[in-house]
């Protein structure tokens, strides 16, 4: 009962320490003169990516692969099978033709990356790097093109969602705590998943990719709910992509350069390929008409709940 005590704390610190992180860290750079597309590519983008982040870091620094490489996996399937296909089943999404073919090279190119990385079977500093420079040049260049595109920088400040500004001191402290309550959700929920695994007799990696994915996945979800309640379906999958590509690139890179690890068995033989598939999936849906209709949406969250069935019946 502890253990399911400590995942639902885990869960719920990570929903409020992120989106501190996230309006803190925001208004520190506001402060400092960044533009809000600078903001919007790399702090949001983090920002929402923190849970996993730091979800990965606290579980491969105790010996846990399955719940950190299954963490990134698992989200990444889930944000474009479960939480795309929930965005499209509330409306037609429009894809930006120009923004999609650059990012979703990226995405592709990063998932790829990722299957190299699994079937070395080991995560070590070099690959870390490899991946974590991709990330740079990544952001880079989509900073360099985007400034050549009319009123990015409003673009940017509208799709990011900002958050309303606040004085540095605040900004700094809302940072910090956001920070510091983000780790200690992240360990909690690490612990108890460990627990659970091992009291059930289930893997690390099965939790790592269901209920750990899912939860760190939730700022995600939000973020596309509402952006689709608001008719800004183009920012609900704009958000689903770059969280992607941010996991594979940024997470899995810090992770492995922080502490290598061995990558599971488990993930070669099933999850990396649903992952690649539903990658695949996403840029045909996109590709086809520039646009997610409900019907793909609800064929997307098909796909989600037959994988689930699929890992339920090899438990």
Known sequence: ?????????????????????????????????????????TLVGFGTSAPELVTSLQAASIGSPGIAVGNVVGSNIGNILLILGIAASMGVIAVDKK?????GLVLALASLAALGVVLSGEMNRTAGGLLFAMLIGYLAFTLISERRRPQAADVYAAEADLPAPMATIPAL????????GTI??????????????????????????????????????VTSVIAMRKGEGDVAFGNVVGSNIFNILGILGITALVSPLTVPPEILRLDIWVMLAATAALIVVAMTGWRITRGEGAVLVAGYLAYLGVLIAGA
Do not use: N, Q, W, Y
Not at 173 to 180: H, M, R, S
């Open 173 to 180: 402290l809302t940072t910090v705590a956001g920070l510091a």
């Open 184 to 221: 200690l959700a992240a360990k909690a929920l690490v612990t108890g998943s460990v627990g659970i695994a091992s009291a059930m007799g289930l893997s690390e990696t099965l939790i790592g990719l269901t209920i750990v994915a899912i939860g760190t996945s939730m700022p995600e979800l």
């Open 99 to 103: 923004a999609f073919r650059r990012d």
């Open 1 to 41: 009962m502890l253990d399911f005590v400590l995942v639902a704390v885990g869960l719920i610190g990570l929903l409020i320490g992120g989106e501190f992180l996230v309006r803190g860290s925001v208004a520190v750079a506001r402060a400092a003169g960044l533009s809000p597309m600078v903001i919007g590519l």
